[in-house]
């Protein structure tokens, strides 16, 4: 469909977006003073841009034939409402009075100061001179009669003259006033005119003085009327029908009728089939009506006519005008084949702006609120409707009726728009208006407006808050204390301690045990500082496992909508339990919906908050970022942490011996296992293990690999003990790798029966061990092996294990294993109890597959005796 511009070309001034008030606040002194807008002061611009109504017509022939001396009324008061065209109508005869041969009097009473007397101006622009009419007393109607009798014809145009008498009520003039003496010059101008056949009179007046003035003027006002009322006929310039004529003309300069028609028809058309048409009119005749007002859809006229032009100071005809002219210009550069209430962009501040100083300023920021604003509640309908929907902006526009239908100057039951003229307005013929009901149906429920309000039928805009308005005051009052703990309380809720120890929100790094256990942090912010000095220090003390902390700290960005739903939820349980409030039960069940809603929203919303976490490395930490969080996703956040530091390789639930040997045997000769360990957990950014457990089996899978040896030092040489068999791993001690040539060739010197000669280097020339320093980083350089020590040819230990140490003390177990040929163990658990069935399936059968004999004692517990030669 063409666009409305191209059908109906405004005019240039409109196009230009030149829209004062005064283009339209026509000005009968400031053409009489050759001042002003062309459109006004030039006679052609002027009846060029004005639709001549039947009142108007009338009113001109009346006056040519009176000037003609043809008969005609004498004296013609003009009266319409404030802005209804009473000085246009005048300026229309100014401009005509030239072709009829006429003499002008201009007589405005706004420009006035009471030095000046009306009639000095008649006699001064007659005359040229103000002679015999000097004094502040009425000349008389001999007088004024001579002055009239002798410049006939005569076209005495009078406008604001009550603004005039209300300034002279307060200059005395002898025992009256100059207000009194101005009533008495009018009773007798208007006696003269109706003598002389060639003079015209021509009186404006408001409808009321109310409009513009108080109850004393209103006296005047009412004197006025008596005194002009004897003769004068009443004539109104526009009627109600003749006003879309009055529009068009003024804002367009043609209309291809060609194309309006066809827009016209396709709206027809489309709203016969959604039944949108007003109940009880006939296709045709809306027809009718669109054809006369176009490009404005006919509701556009009527409700800026007739609801806000009851607005006392609306100005009707000359308020529509300047409004619709802003619509216009707004628009002229989008694509609409028409205009309707909806199209009214309330985001323009001249259009608010205009609309608000009848409606009143505290809906400016109501429409802030509920319509224009980036996140009021039409913004998330708009969005919310289905991605097929999204572009129409239906939420914006179903407001946007809804609120230019909500006032009018008589108020009352008329306020508000009903379902069907929503949807006449809001919606596109590219859509089904049904699609319109939903928006209204999301705009009136929890997550739309605040002060929308439908009641018998209609919807319409108050300044008292709705449902939505309490909830969003409840928020605003919950206390950042409230926030906080419903915030921990929600993190300790999603943690489950299962793949790293958990602290949340700890305010000391000493509260962090210095362990080699990996250990995930959460801040309440980010601090670099203090994960830089949690890394490097516990407290006073320097920190040794330096590679098993991890940081998780919220995403900045999602810090507000996070805690927007957190205390959303919260407000929800105040409303809920609040007692004093008198809600509907359709209100309660509604907050009950909600806050379920909500509370299931909420640890979607925590993963999104809390999803940056900072990895040791060696120039610092490494950021990286959770992700958007899967839809239905129910794993714990520390768990979520842990599978993507698993996936990314930072943490490793085995080592392939491969690595290893690349890694760490490449340029050195052996390695202390040891040194291996405690630098995963040490120096940052080294490999870490979740256990130590992955160290053993990865070494122990590569020495029966053959890729390597494991064996320990003699001296400085290392003597490789267990090579391409399998063998359990100490990790602790002169226990070391040892590179596969020197296995090889230690075997072949024992295979020669020379044993291998301690203290020989085999090694090519230049090559360097593991402790050398520089040539390994990620190995802790304060690890070093002693020389020669004393020997234990026996060892006797008695201890009690802590819970959770069971794993480090059987590495402990594998070195003593490889250091002597016979070890015996008398295990004692008490303290608790285990079922019998447990104890023969889980205990006895895996000594059982071990090859193990347990001995037990008679006494009641049993005494775990194992015999293993190695």
């Not at 807008?37 to 017509?57: A, C, S, V, W």
């Not at 507000?560 to 929800?572: M, S, V």
């Amino acid at each position: 469909m063409r666009s409305f511009h191209t059908i109906s070309v405004p005019h240039r001034d409109i196009l230009e977006g030149r829209l004062t008030m005064d283009v339209f606040a026509a000005d009968l002194w400031e053409v009489y003073k050759g001042r002003g807008p062309d459109e006004y002061k030039d006679g052609e611009q002027f009846f060029r841009k004005t639709y001549q109504t039947e009142g108007l017509r009338n009113i001109l022939a009346i006056v040519e034939k009176r000037l003609m001396g043809m008969g005609g009324d004498p004296v013609i008061q003009i009266q319409t409402p404030f802005g209804g065209g009473k000085t246009h109508t005048l300026i229309a005869m100014y401009h005509k009075a030239d072709q009829w041969n006429a003499r002008k009097v201009v007589i405005v009473g706004t420009p006035m100061s009471t030095s000046d007397t009306p009639w000095g101006m008649l006699e001064e622009q007659l005359t040229g001179r103000i002679g015999r009419f000097a004094a502040q007393v009425s000349p008389g109607r001999e007088a004024i009669y001579e002055l009239l009798s002798e410049n006939q014809p005569v076209l005495i145009l009078m406008d604001e003259v009550l603004e005039y008498v209300t300034k002279a009520a307060a200059v005395t003039v002898g025992e009256s006033t100059l207000a009194a003496q101005t009533i008495a010059f009018m009773q007798e101008l208007t006696e003269v005119a109706g003598t002389l056949e060639k003079v015209a009179l021509v009186i404006a007046l408001p409808a009321s003085a109310m409009e513009r003035y108080d109850e004393s003027a209103e006296k005047l006002f009412e004197q006025l009327k008596k005194v002009a009322g004897r003769v004068e006929k009443i004539y109104t310039p526009v009627q109600d029908h003749e006003i879309t004529h009055v529009i068009r003309q003024r804002l367009f300069a043609r209309i291809d009728h060609g194309g309006a028609g066809e827009v016209i028809g396709d709206f027809i058309d489309y709203a016969t089939k959604e039944s949108i048409l007003p109940a009880g009119t006939e296709p045709s005749e809306y027809r009718k009506r669109f054809e006369s007002s176009y490009p404005f859809l006919p509701e556009v006229v009527d409700v800026l006519y007739h609801r806000w032009g009851s607005f006392p100071n609306f100005q009707r005809t000359r308020g529509v005008l300047r409004l619709l002219s802003l619509v216009t210009h707004c628009l002229k550069d989008r694509s609409l084949p028409y205009i309707s209430l909806a199209d009214f962009d309330l985001f323009d501040s001249e259009i608010r702006r205009e609309l608000i100083n009848f409606a009143g300023p505290e809906y400016d920021s109501i429409i802030a609120a509920d319509i224009t604003g980036m996140e009021s509640g039409s913004k998330k309908i708009d969005l919310s409707l289905g991605d097929a929907y999204k572009g129409l902006k239906l939420g914006t526009r179903a407001a946007t009726t809804i609120f230019l239908y909500s006032f009018s100057g008589s108020g009352g039951t008329e306020n508000g728009g009903t379902i069907e003229e929503i949807k006449r307005n809001a919606t596109t013929i590219e859509n089904p208006a049904s699609v319109v009901t939903e928006a209204v149906e999301q705009l009136k429920g929890m997550q739309g407006l605040f002060y929308l309000q439908h009641h018998s039928g209609k919807y319409y805009f108050t300044n008292e808050p709705n449902l939505n308005r309490i909830l969003l005051i409840r928020m605003e009052n919950v206390r950042d204390a409230e926030i906080k703990e419903s915030e921990r309380e929600l993190l300790k809720n999603s943690i489950s301690g299962v793949a790293m120890k958990v602290f949340v929100w700890q305010e000391l790094n000493t509260d962090i045990p210095d362990t080699t256990d990996l250990k995930l942090i959460i801040l309440q912010e980010r601090d670099d500082e203090f994960m830089k000095d949690t890394m490097n220090m516990r407290g006073s003390t320097p920190r040794v496992n330096r590679n098993t902390l991890f940081f998780l700290t919220p995403l900045e960005s999602e810090r507000t909508g996070f805690y927007n739903l957190l205390k959303r939820e919260i407000a929800y349980r105040l409303i809920r339990d609040d007692k004093t409030l008198n809600l509907s039960n359709e209100q309660k069940k509604e907050i009950k919906t909600e806050l379920t809603k909500t509370e299931g929203s909420l640890n979607e919303a925590l993963r999104r908050y809390y999803r940056l976490f900072f990895i040791p490395g060696r120039d610092g930490f490494k950021e990286h970022d959770l992700g958007i969080p899967t839809y239905g996703e129910a794993k714990k956040i520390d768990d979520l942490v842990y599978e993507k530091l698993r996936t990314a390789g930072e943490v490793l639930e085995r080592i392939v011996p491969l690595v290893i040997k690349e890694r760490y045997l490449k340029d050195a000769k052996f390695v202390l296992t040891e040194q291996l360990y405690q630098s995963s957990a040490r120096t940052p950014g080294e490999v870490r293990i979740v256990d130590r457990v992955v160290w053993e089996n990865g070494i122990s899978e590569g020495v029966r690999e053959g890729l390597f040896g494991l064996g320990e030092l003699a001296g400085e040489e290392p003597v490789c003990r267990f090579f391409g068999k399998s063998t359990s791993v100490a990790l602790s001690g002169s226990e070391v790798i040892i590179r596969e040539d020197l296995c090889i060739a230690q075997e072949e010197e024992t295979a020669r029966g020379s044993g291998y000669p301690t203290g020989t280097d085999k090694t090519d020339e230049g090559e360097t061990c593991i402790r050398d320093s520089g040539t390994m980083p990620p190995i802790d350089p304060e690890l070093t092996v002693s020389g020669k020590e004393s020997v234990r040819k026996k060892i006797h230990l008695k201890f009690t294990i802590p819970k959770g140490k069971v794993a480090g003390i059987m590495g402990v177990m594998n070195l003593l294993q490889s250091k002597f040929d016979r070890l015996e163990i008398e295990l004692l658990a008490e303290g608790g109890e285990i079922l019998e069935s447990d104890y023969d399936n889980k205990i006895e059968e895996a000594f059982r597959q071990l090859g193990i004999k347990l001995n037990e004692r008679s006494s009641g517990r049993y005494q775990k005796e194992a015999t293993r030669n190695a």
